[in-house]
């Protein structure tokens, strides 16, 4: 069974602080799949955040974050991350990672990220 | 970056009626249309891809349309568990983009 498992967030982290999500992923040939990152703001529509290939070469951002988060994944454990630097109160929302493909065909159930004083 | 603009916002229906949700690309997309399903405190769920292909195991009230950049999704005879929030997604390019979200409310 395919399964995506966000972990990193649930605490509360001050503006200017950083933060790594990890997703942990199985039930699927990893390697073969683009990835995404997608976040949700309290009571807001989802955004679409940062994407990166199957191999890890091909690296996509919103602008909104360029500069300040970074997408890597390592393929030998199955796992995604995305690193948050410089996080700012607008950053605050559910993060999803999803499996890109066919648009993004499965989703995992998010972690949530606080950025606050 | 492609903008997608999806209507309406929020929608009242009655369980069996057939309801529309349209979403307009900024720019040709072709196929590269998804649309998601999301109830509270869930996260989203994949329905349809390249605007008219239905997820495995997403039932057949569920249809996507395309004409030229415009998109729809019909759901006929609504369930009670279809009340949700629906959004479309372009992925014909990077940065993807989402529509602005269709709230569907029992009447």
């Known amino acids: 069974e395919m399964q995506l498992l966000e972990s990193g967030g649930g605490g509360l982290v001050q503006p200017g602080g950083s933060l790594r999500l990890s997703c942990a992923a199985s039930?699927?040939?990893?390697?073969?799949?683009?990835m995404s990152w997608v976040r949700q703001a309290p009571r807001k529509g989802l955004e679409w955040v940062s994407g990166?290939?199957?191999?890890?070469?091909?690296?996509y951002y919103t602008d909104s974050i360029k500069g300040r988060f970074t997408i890597s994944r390592d393929n030998s454990k199955n796992t995604l991350y995305l690193q948050m630097d410089s996080l700012r109160a607008e950053d605050t929302a559910v993060y999803y990672c999803?499996?890109?493909?066919?648009?993004?065909?499965?989703w995992g159930q998010g972690t949530l990220v606080t950025v606050s004083s | 970056d492609i903008q997608m603009t999806q209507s309406p916002p929020s929608l009242s229906a009655s369980v069996g009626d057939r309801v529309t949700i349209t979403c307009r690309a900024s720019?040709?997309?072709?196929?590269?249309l998804a649309w998601y399903q999301q109830k509270p405190e869930k996260a989203p769920k994949s329905l349809i891809y390249?605007?008219?292909s239905l997820q495995s195991g997403v039932p057949s009230r569920f249809s996507g349309s395309i004409s030229g950049t415009d998109f729809t999704l019909t759901i006929t005879s609504l369930q009670p568990e279809d009340f949700a929030t629906y959004y479309c997604?372009?992925?014909?390019?990077?940065?993807?983009?989402f529509g602005q979200g269709t709230k569907l409310e029992i009447k």
């Open positions: 390249a605007a008219t």
């Open positions: 039930g699927f040939t990893f390697s073969t799949y683009a």
């Open positions: 997604q372009q992925y014909n390019s990077y940065p993807r983009t």
């Open positions: 720019h040709d997309i072709s196929i590269w």
């Open positions: 990166i290939s199957g191999s890890g070469d091909k690296i």
């Open positions: 999803a499996k890109d493909w066919n648009g993004l065909d499965y």
